[in-house]
């Protein structure tokens, strides 16, 4: 075992916590559903996947309008979810088998039913009034400015109450909490606190990088993008540097217990400001998502260029984060195509998050190649799926219940599960997958293993394999004396180089892993062969 921060060793675990399994038959996920699963997760043994740490996706009280990203009391359990009691049972749970629990966070905004709001709206002068962003429009009629939300549309919302608009970085039902004001940000330190003492690992910060806006509300440049979004270049409502100034206050209150970690989610399509709140790796956020990397299409090109962006520029002491899906992406399975190779593919981009330098971020049902489901409009949940359908469909498809076996329901629920279970589950399914040696389940657990006992994988340096042939992409991972070499193959031709490795240390390398077999065995002498899709990971010593 290295000495390096679990938050570094380790492999983190997105739970979606409706959508993993339901303990109580009312079709949702639930926390006791999730500590049935956690032998499934890690029960120390090679039959479980290995994960070292999970990170829930939000448990607190809420209307659920955007699947608990609505917070109402960021001092509860949402009894959809459980009970608190049920939450300190999952922690300790954690705890006793050697995993971390995060928790997702939502510091931006609150729901709007939250008291504070409901206060902030009722009247000019209501003590609460400024815990929240209210402004004058410009003109009869129209908003403060012409900022564009997120999730598209003006981001000012018109009370009549009080004849002024509220701003929301995101949907109109999640009104900004105003972090200028002083109670605001102690409040938000408190619920930190709160978690922190119940004793949670870390939290993972839900648009970090939109506390603040600019306080003169100065319109943004305009530039041309693919929607009305990127058709500004937001540098006035979002990576504000009194965010950065906030990230490092909250990890200066982290820093007071021991062991705990900040993962930010830093929404933004500008590279360097993920980087940003990273720091000197001491004095900002522990890890920061790295969205760039997991938009990337299937290329060895380009991924090897985005890595290589971030190595070259994350600051010295900062650490990568790597992630390919999430709740509210298009799952990878799906995304990566490939027709009849979407599976190899899925084991290649598998191999290369697990054995990047950085930290890798896991998305439940990744691991059985769970794809992007097509929810069908009549049952959509997802706000930005309903209002913006059928331009969008929502994030509904990559959130749909988790697959654990073929009978009904895939195993998720004894009642009706809340959003569609996808069809796939017949075949793709947690029970099947593991019975079969090769499958995607189980190469993600090899993976996993392997990274958890290579010292060069979980800290080694990260080096690319240069002249190799088009399609591939290749590094090494360095550490002391181990030295391990990942080559993967993006392409559905098989291809052959010799020279590049022979360099390197000679051809005394042996196969640590391979999908197409071959473990343990030399590498031929002057040649290394790559079958379609192939990975090999070798090793060699000093
Ligand atoms: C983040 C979450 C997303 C949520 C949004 C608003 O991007 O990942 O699910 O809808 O913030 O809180």
């Excluded at 440049?221 to 909250?250: C, K, M, N, T, V």
């Excluded at 900062?318 to 190779?341: E, K, Q």
Aim: aromatic share 12%; hydrophobic share 35%.
């Amino acid at each position: 075992m290295s000495d390096l921060p679990w938050w570094k060793r380790g492999v983190i675990y997105e739970i979606p916590v409706a959508s993993f399994a339901d303990s109580d038959g009312d079709g949702k996920g639930d926390l006791r559903g999730i500590i049935q699963k956690l032998d499934y997760l890690n029960d120390g043994t090679a039959s479980s996947l290995g994960v070292d740490a999970i990170w829930l996706t939000p448990t607190n009280a809420s209307p659920m309008r955007d699947f608990g990203y609505d917070v109402r009391d960021y001092y509860s359990i949402d009894p959809r979810f459980g009970t608190m009691a049920d939450f300190g049972e999952l922690l300790e749970a954690c705890h006793e088998r050697g995993m971390r629990l995060m928790t997702d966070l939502v510091l931006n905004h609150t729901s709007e039913e939250h008291p504070w709001f409901v206060e902030s709206r009722a009247s000019r002068d209501n003590p609460k009034r400024d815990w929240y962003v209210w402004r004058d429009g410009r003109a009869p009629g129209k908003p403060p400015n012409r900022w564009v939300s997120v999730a598209e549309g003006s981001p000012w919302q018109y009370d009549d109450a009080t004849d002024q608009y509220y701003y929301h970085a995101f949907l109109d039902f999640q009104p900004d909490l105003n972090w200028r004001n002083p109670e605001v940000r102690r409040e938000m330190l408190n619920v930190l606190e709160f978690w922190l003492d119940k004793g949670v690992d870390g939290f993972r910060l839900d648009l970090i990088n939109f506390l603040y806006e600019d306080e003169l509300l100065r319109d943004n440049p305009r530039r041309l993008g693919r929607r009305p979004y990127f058709w500004q270049h937001h540098i006035y409502d979002r990576s504000r540097p009194e965010s950065l100034e906030a990230a490092r206050d909250l990890r200066g209150l982290c820093d007071t217990y021991p062991d705990r970690a900040l993962m930010g989610e830093v929404c933004t399509d500008e590279r360097d400001d993920a980087v940003a709140y990273l720091g000197d790796g001491s004095d900002s956020l522990h890890l920061s998502f790295y969205l760039d990397f997991a938009r990337v299409r299937w290329s060895a090109e380009r991924f090897r260029e985005s890595v290589g962006w971030l190595e070259k520029h994350i600051p010295a002491g900062g650490w990568p984060c790597y992630y390919l899906n999430n709740h509210d992406m298009s799952r990878t399975f799906t995304r990566l195509g490939g027709g009849r190779y979407a599976e190899a593919r899925a084991k290649v981009a598998a191999a290369m998050l697990l054995t990047l330098r950085g930290t890798p971020v896991i998305y439940a049902g990744e691991e059985i190649g769970m794809p992007m489901s097509k929810v069908p409009r009549r049952v959509m949940k997802d706000p930005l799926g309903t209002k913006y359908w059928p331009l969008s469909h929502g994030r509904d498809g990559a959130r749909t219940p988790m697959q654990w076996s073929a009978e009904k329901n895939a195993g998720f629920t004894s009642g009706e599960p809340w959003l569609p279970v996808d069809p796939s589950y017949a075949h793709r399914n947690v029970e099947d997958l593991d019975r079969d040696p090769d499958s995607l389940l189980n190469w993600y657990r090899r993976l996993i293993r392997l990274r958890s006992e290579r010292l060069a994988l979980q800290a080694g340096s990260y080096r690319v394999i240069e002249d190799t042939p088009k399609g591939v992409y290749a590094y090494l991972r360095e550490s002391g004396e181990q030295r391990i070499a990942v080559l993967l193959n993006f392409t559905s031709r098989t291809v052959t180089f010799a020279k590049q490795m022979d360099a390197l240390y000679g051809a005394a390398w042996k196969t640590l892993v391979s999908t197409h077999g071959a473990e343990g065995e030399p590498t031929p002498h002057g040649g290394i062969r790559l079958r379609p899709c192939e990975v090999l990971i070798l090793e060699t010593s000093a």
